[in-house]
Structures are given as structure tokens and as C-alpha cells.
């Protein structure tokens, strides 16, 4: 009885070896779907915050039609100095109000979406938000120098809307 045994020496060895590579290859397609997972939720937060922001700005265009026609702005120019009227007592004109809403605007734009720049249209009866920004892949770096994001991923989004 005692030769079975020592003709299966090592055998059990073996198949832990082999057991534990497949579970080691089974750990790695779960850690490559977990990193991709993290990438699309990265892009969704993305775009949800730039329909927020295009449907804000509009809301500030509709509350301030006084002034509607003015806010124009060209995608990408910077912010410019504006009287703060966040304050219940500001007193801010109509046009002091455009001013402080669209530098707050691009403000937000620029800290809430990568890279992010944007326009306000006007041709009379419809109004165009746009918003440019970047999907940073998570495989990819981005260069600080230049604040461009290496194998660049620029998207676009558009809101066409009236009063």
C-alpha cells in the first residue's frame, strides 16, 4: 500500500500550480474591467457636467431677459473681472448681472471639466452654449507644461435653446 503513494508524490503541487495561474489570470480580467469601469464613469461624470452647466447658463439667460441678447460669449475667451452679485444687496444692473454670470459660468467650466472651455452664441432667435473638454484616458498622462492631454480626446458638446 505504501508504493500508490509515493507514485502520486507531487502531483498535488501541480495542480495548485496550475490552479492558482488560472485564478491569477481570472484576478487580471477583473482588474482590467474594474479599470475600464472607472474610465467610463469618469466620462459620464464628464458629460453630465457639461449638460448641467450649459442647461445653468441658459437659466441665467432666462432669468436676465433684459439683457438676453448680450450674452455672447466667444468658446474659449477668458473670464474678466465682474461685480460680485452673489449678494442678496449687490444691486447690480442688468448688464452687471450678464457680466458676473458668465465669468462665474466659465469659471465652473473651467474647474469642473477638463480642459474646459466655453461659448455662448446668439443669432436672434436661438441661443448656442457649446463646451469643449477633454476625456482623459486613465492609461494616459497629461502634460502639465502644455495642458494638453497626450493622444487628446476633445469632445464637444452643444445646447441649441430659445427663451
Known sequence: MVKPIKRMCG???????ISLFV???????????????????H???SYSQAVFLAQEIMESIRANKTVAASYQVALGDGSSTAKNCSAVNANC???????????????KVAKRLP????????DGT???????????????QRDKSTEQTLDNERQTYTLKAGL
Request: hydrophobic letters at 45%.
Open 11 to 17: 502531483a498535488t503541487l501541480l495542480e495548485m500550480m
Open 23 to 41: 485564478m491569477g489570470v481570472g484576478m487580471m480580467g477583473v482588474l482590467g474591467m474594474q479599470t475600464q469601469a472607472v474610465r467610463f464613469n
Open 43 to 45: 466620462q459620464a461624470y
Open 93 to 107: 444692473s442688468h448688464s452687471q448681472l450678464k457680466d458676473w454670470d458668465i465669468n462665474a459660468w466659465q469659471e
Open 115 to 122: 480642459a474646459g472651455k466655453g461659448g455662448i452664441a446668439y
Open 126 to 140: 436661438t441661443y448656442v452654449v457649446t463646451l469643449e473638454f477633454d476625456l482623459i484616458p486613465m492609461d494616459k
